[in-house]
């Protein structure tokens, strides 16, 4: 439970396109917290991500000064936060379609098709789902910043399948909470390499970046972060299976990471499974499920995003044959 912190808010009029200020003092027994921890004990609306950030940012000061979100709080620290507003978006709308699975005034939730990248970074400034987001949606939440307006969570460029956008600040930060939170039901479908020994079973090794290569993850980093990952294999040949992996953490690539762990990369997969890369010309990873508590209503949203065709087709070609219509 939250101490007993005081609390000085500061709305420069109430506008979204406006800052805010947030004062907090430190009471006795938040003293030798973190100061991201802190902040996340005190202001639970915003996502630890999103606190994190600020600090970075140095829109967070403790005493008057720049902190770091490591730094110790002691009692009867002064620490103001000072929300800026939302960055103004600025990168270009194009007419690329979009498969809506469900929109309504505050959010989207689009079955992304493999290939394209989520949003603007190094090397990919155009052709994102973010430019097609501000053409067929143009107003979205500024949260992400210019780079990724609504952008809640995100997907590999080559995984298909659910991912929600949220089209204004408070269904965003709603949202956020709830991938912090691990209370989003996210399920993926995976095409693996060989048979496995185990028709069930939960991968829980930790996930950091690997110590030699910075484009990969690895269960072996001395840094890594828990993760968790259940497993369940729906349809199988001598060659390949495919795999039900239902997520209880978001890590990043973690369930190419867990699945090459258990010795069964994933199909395609040019990082963890060289080898097997050649079948085919994407990794064969599909956001089929995700489930989450409408930041609005509280109600909760189930999606299921329908299989690409060379997922689908793939799938044909497993014996015995499994029926999705079965899973939905």
Known sequence: MPGNATVDRNDTGGMAEESTT????????AARLRLDQFLARELPRYSRSRLQQLVRKEFVTLNGSTA????????????????????????????????????????IVINKPAGLV?????????????????HHFPKLS??????????????????????VVAKNDEAHRRLSEQFEQRTVEKIYLAL?????????????????????????????????????TEYRVLSSSDEMTLVECKLHSGRTHQVRVHLQHLG???????????????????????????????????????????LPTDFENAVKSLRPSFSFARQA
């Open 142 to 163: 500024g949260i992400g910043g210019k780079e990724r307006p609504g952008i809640v969570h995100r997907l590999d460029k080559e995984t298909s399948g659910c991912l």
């Open 68 to 107: 770091r979100p490591r730094d110790l709080v002691r009692s009867g620290d002064r620490i103001e936060v000072n929300e800026p507003p939302p960055e103004k978006i600025d990168n270009r709308p194009e007419a690329i379609p979009l498969d809506v699975l469900y929109e309504d005034e505050d959010l």
């Open 22 to 29: 947030i004062e907090l003092l430190v009471p006795k027994e």
């Open 192 to 228: 693996v390499a060989g048979k496995l020994r185990k028709n069930t079973g939960t991968v829980e090794e930790k996930i950091g970046r690997h110590p030699a290569d910075r484009q990969r993850m690895s269960t072996a980093s001395r840094r890594g972060r828990p993760a968790k």
């Open 264 to 306: 069964h990369p994933v199909l395609g997969d040019r990082i963890y499974g060289k080898k097997h890369a050649a079948v085919f010309p994407r990794q064969m990873l599909h956001a089929w499920k995700l489930g989450f508590r409408h930041p609005r209503t509280l109600e909760w949203k189930s999606f299921q995003a329908p």
């Open 118 to 134: 989520v949003h603007p970074g190094a090397g990919h400034r155009e052709h994102t789902l973010v430019n097609a987001l501000l």
